[in-house]
């Protein structure tokens, strides 16, 4: 059977024919590996797109575990820089024209006052013994008040009705030749209600000066209480006598702050 299946022959001594072959053989070689190849190469790998974020951060910083870094901006070229500065510039503040004051005319209006205070109402006056000078009693003193006051002249004991205490006389402190001042109401006291009686222990002296005026009894209100020491202090006074001599002597005012109803 070998004998009779054909056989290729080559040529013996033909050396182009040779080189022809293998490099027939080597191109079949050549393409059976790249089919083989092509047909076993798996499918293609699609690399994922870069991702880039864009935060904004307010308050804390971030913490460690947030999210993956963004991939770095392009740094901006010398254009882009230009032009934010130039966007950066504040723009001027228009001036606004200043306003003209308006001038109202107001009318003043006047409501009635709801409190009214109450008038001032006559007071008594109760005369006080004075302290008796040296040799005699002396008569009692007068008093005066903002609104009433008792008699001009002290009146005689009856010691000096019987005749026998001629020349001798206590202070006088209400008197048509005095011109004595009478004390103001004081404004908040009247407003207030505030009424009291004030007792002063007034020390005379011989030319009728008050040397002191201090509060024997107070009213119950220090308003009026220096209303009336003030007022008093400032009085001239007929000065005691002794046998028709004037002499320093203690006298007792009573002032009575009362309002009318």
Known sequence: MDSCSPRPTLPANDPDAARLVCLAIAIALH????????????APITPPLPLTLSARWVGEAATNDAPAKAAPAPAPTAQQVQKVQQKAKPLPTPKKPPLKPVKKSVKPVVKPLKH???PVQPAKVMPVSSPQPP????????ATTATQA????ASQNPAQKAGGGAGNSAPIARDAR????????PYESRR?????RVILNVRVTAEGTAASVEVDKSSGYRRLDMTARKTVSRWKFIPAKQNNVAVE?????????????
Do not use: C, D, M
């Open 116 to 118: 009214r205070t109450p």
């Open 31 to 42: 393409l059976a590996a790249f089919w083989w190849l092509y047909a076993h190469q798996p």
């Open 150 to 153: 008792s008699g001009g002249s």
């Open 178 to 185: 005095l011109n004595n001042p009478e004390p103001q109401y």
């Open 135 to 142: 040799v005699t009693a002396p008569a009692p003193a007068a």
């Open 249 to 261: 002597a203690s006298a007792k005012v009573t002032i009575i702050f009362k309002l009318r109803a």
């Open 192 to 196: 207030r209600g505030e009424e009291g």
